[in-house]
């Protein structure tokens, strides 16, 4: 018998093999994967975050007045009084920086991970994440991270006006969202989409010393 007969050739053989149809497929399915938003659980973790700024507030607030009594005892009654009584414009300023350093924190190092966001299974990622397919980069850089800050303090100087936005517009996507290109997901969305890109991004490795394979006899 001739052995030639008896060998199949890769290239004969994906000549006459029907295309593999992937693509249609793959893009659907990752467009019906799109984040469904919880707002109740987005509204609950906002007030988590507030509530938990009010109290790191009130704590730097008596540091401070800890630090006053104890350390400038010298200064008279009055004027240890004045210290801590301060005026709006520096309790506020306080505020402020706190609640721009709180966001930014959040965003950058603990990865889009409030304390809120934390309790009620959330994480800011970034928007491009969510419509490109070959998109792997989930969580916002330094500079996109001080947008979004900046955005929550827009909402607080627009004494909440800003927040209802996020309720109202098209996407439930707010002030702070728009500006830093982020989205807010549920951790199990952001699993499964972690999981259905490495899936589908899987290459495929051919030896190519194998290309050819002889038949077994019959």
């Known amino acids: 018998m001739n052995n030639e ?4 050739h890769l290239k004969d053989y994906l000549d006459h093999s029907e295309p593999i149809q ?11 994967m799109f984040p469904k938003t919880n707002m ?18 009130v704590g730097i607030h008596n540091g401070y007045n800890l630090f006053v009594s104890e350390f400038l005892g010298p200064v008279n009654y009055e004027n240890q009084y004045k210290l801590i009584q301060g005026d709006m414009a520096f309790s506020a300023t306080i ?6 350093s709180y966001f930014l924190y959040c965003t950058y190092i603990m990865n889009g991970k409030t304390l809120g966001k934390m309790a ?8 491009n994440y969510v419509h490109n397919m070959k998109e792997d980069q989930i969580h916002l850089t330094f500079s996109e991270s001080a947008k979004r800050a900046a955005g929550y303090l827009g909402c607080l100087l627009s004494f909440g006006v800003f927040f209802v936005f996020t309720f109202a517009s098209e996407d439930n996507r707010g002030l702070a969202d728009y500006l830093s290109g982020s989205r ?7 699993k499964q989409m972690q999981e259905f890109k490495e899936t589908q991004q899987e290459q495929v490795i051919i030896d190519i ?8 006899a019959a």
Request: glycine fraction near 2%.
């Open 5 to 8: 007969e008896n060998v199949i």
């Open 22 to 32: 992937i693509l249609d497929h793959v893009e659907s399915d990752f467009s019906a």
């Open 40 to 57: 109740f659980k987005r509204a609950l973790a906002l007030i988590v975050d507030l509530s938990t700024l009010t109290v790191l507030n």
């Open 95 to 100: 505020y402020l920086v706190l609640y721009f």
């Open 120 to 127: 009620m299974g959330l994480t800011v990622i970034k928007e």
């Open 184 to 190: 807010t997901v549920s951790d199990k969305w952001l």
């Open 209 to 216: 010393s194998r290309l050819d394979r002889e038949k077994v």
